[in-house]
């Protein structure tokens, strides 16, 4: 495997950052996490988009601009002969002293992994995952903004050590006021009576990349869709429940704390939308081989 790190490729055992790079030191840093299908970058832009928000929001100046980032990502897969996988692109503070001050960071490290990605098994998305609700909460914007897409990602690392201690696949993460703001690393649907249901932003939720596309491939459905704050009593009650994230796709739910949802099986929505999904990841993307 040959990992990009500023402007270089090395192979695995030589790609090394720092120990004083902000990045190990506090988590001080942003990252995206994007699919390749069928040799072709998905939803490249978008990506791109939310790095550099997550950036602006740190004061962390990019030191790449958008043209070098997506050609370091596109000869990243070449590289790596990679047509279906996964890349980790992660900008770090950089290199500093002991000390919190980002300032005396010269420079943001940038680095790029390509490889392959390990799914849920095969039978979760035939048969629904397990949720659990956990009593970790989602952090507070007044924090940090979920919307960030930080380094530090020990609330949601928390929040998935309860959820497997519970027997769970997943855990549900609330927000300090009991809405629903997402799962650790995936953003919640619901849908009930015809209406398909997601936390708001302002929840606690990720602005999910998968989750917008499920949006736009719902209203392509014709099925209404609103963002809205809603409590475990709604889900319990819903007639389908699922989850997006780019890892992930879209996977159907069949449990919330041992209490079956949607007869325990994926409904016809959930499966729909699934289908729509794979259908628009097979066509869709940058050109990584033009
Ligand atoms: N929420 C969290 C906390 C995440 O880390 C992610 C990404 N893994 C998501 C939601 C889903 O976002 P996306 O669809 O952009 O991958």
Request: hydrophobic letters at 40%; proline letters at 5%; glycine letters at 10%.
């Amino acid at each position: 495997m040959k990992i990009y790190i500023d402007g270089k490729f090395y192979p695995e055992k030589d790609a090394k950052i720092s120990v004083f790079d902000h990045g190990l030191l506090y988590g001080d840093g942003a990252f995206e996490g994007i699919r390749v299908y069928n040799g072709r970058i998905f939803k490249l832009a978008e990506h791109l988009d939310r790095l550099r928000a997550s950036a602006q929001a740190i004061v962390l100046n990019l030191p790449m601009s958008r043209e070098a980032l997506t050609e370091a990502a596109v000869e990243t897969c070449r590289r790596n002969k990679l047509r279906d996988g996964y890349i980790r692109l992660v900008v770090t503070r950089g290199v500093g002293y002991l000390g919190l001050s980002p300032y005396k960071c010269k420079k943001p490290t940038v680095f790029i992994i390509a490889a392959t990605i390990e799914l849920y098994p095969e039978k979760v998305y035939r048969k629904g995952m397990k949720l659990v609700t956990v009593g970790t909460t989602r952090t507070s914007p007044a924090a940090l903004s979920p919307n960030v897409k930080s380094l530090n990602y020990l609330n949601n690392i928390m929040a998935k050590v309860e959820a497997l201690h519970a027997g769970g696949d997943e855990g549900l993460m609330l927000n300090a006021q009991g809405y629903i703001a997402e799962c650790t690393g995936d953003n919640v649907f619901i849908l009930k009576r015809g209406v398909l249901l997601t936390p708001p932003t302002s929840a606690g939720a990720l602005c999910g990349i998968t989750r917008q596309t499920v949006m736009d491939l719902a209203g392509e459905a014709g099925i209404p869709v609103r963002e809205e704050n809603f409590t475990r009593y709604d889900i319990f009650t819903a007639d389908e429940c699922f989850l997006t994230g780019t890892a992930a796709e879209v996977v159907p739910v069949r449990e919330l704390d041992r209490r079956v949802i949607s007869g325990g099986r994926p409904g016809p929505v959930t499966t729909e939308l699934m289908r729509r999904y794979k259908e628009l990841t097979a066509r869709n993307g940058t050109p990584i081989y033009a």
